[in-house]
T-cell receptor, first 117, second 111 residues
Framework: GAVVSQHPSWVICKSGTSVKIECRSL??????MFWYRQFPKQSLMLMAT?????????EQGVEKDKFLINHASLTLSTLTVTSAHPEDSSFYIC?????????????FGNGTRLTVT | GIQVEQSPPDLILQEGANSTLRCNFS?????LQWFHQNPWGQLINLFY???GTKQNGRLSATTVATERYSLLYISSSQTTDSGVYFC?????????????FGEGTQLTVNP
């Protein structure tokens, strides 16, 4: 089945530094990937839609200059949290679909737990 | 945007009991998925079920798209079933767009 790999699974960084999270589709190509964020005891909220070869689309309230998304190939999207602050500590999860939209499920990576100290 | 409501928000069961989780959504969908999030945060895809009924072992799901709801049945629950169950949908009118998640049902199965 379709597999989405996310790396790293957890990261601890100091306030003010940047962190890059990778999301790969291992056995399929994904022109679009999605980045979600989940705070403790809450649901998953979409942050942005990553489009291969073009700019990402950000949800309302998500700072595009803080959360940089690059989707340079059909199998890789990266999320960079720039100048991280403690309030950016969260669980970040990416997803992608192997088939045509509307006709297939989305598959999720295992997530990245970010802690900013 | 589309609204997704899950009930109950919390559920505590004794091992061996059966349960039904519900997901209501506010608009037509072309994708509905049920997930189990384990204590490590991993989202396990249980069912892709925009309509109809599916079964996988002790779990089964039914989506009645015309009435805008889906049900997840767990039979003979085990402690390993504990975790959060999410329903997520894709709005039919915005094909190609995101999955919108409900708030989840926190299930605790006691031995």
């Amino acid at each position: 089945g379709a597999v989405v790999s996310q790396h790293p699974s957890w990261v601890i960084c100091k306030s003010g530094t940047s962190v890059k999270i990778e999301c790969r589709s291992l056995d399929f190509q994904a022109t679009t990937m999605f980045w979600y964020r989940q705070f403790p005891k809450q649901s998953l909220m979409l942050m942005a839609t990553s489009n291969e070869g073009s700019k990402a689309t950000y949800e309302q309230g998500v700072e595009k200059d803080k959360f940089l998304i690059n989707h340079a190939s059909l199998t890789l999207s990266t999320l960079t949290v720039t100048s991280a602050h403690p309030e950016d500590s969260s669980f970040y999860i990416c997803s992608a679909g192997a088939g045509g939209f509307g006709n297939s499920p989305l598959h999720f990576g295992n997530g990245t737990r970010l802690t900013v100290t | 945007g589309i609204q997704v409501e899950q009930s109950p928000p919390d559920l505590i069961l004794q091992e061996g009991a059966n349960s039904t989780l519900r997901c209501n959504f506010s608009d037509s969908v072309n994708n509905l998925q049920w997930f189990h999030q384990n204590p490590w945060g991993q989202l396990i895809n249980l069912f892709y079920i925009p309509s109809g009924t599916k079964q996988n072992g002790r779990l089964s799901a039914t989506t009645v798209a015309t009435e805008r709801y889906s049900l997840l049945y767990i039979s003979s629950s085990q402690t390993t079933d504990s975790g959060v169950y999410f329903c997520a949908v894709r709005d039919r009118e915005t094909s190609g767009s995101r999955l919108t998640f409900g708030e989840g049902t926190q299930l605790t199965v006691n031995p």
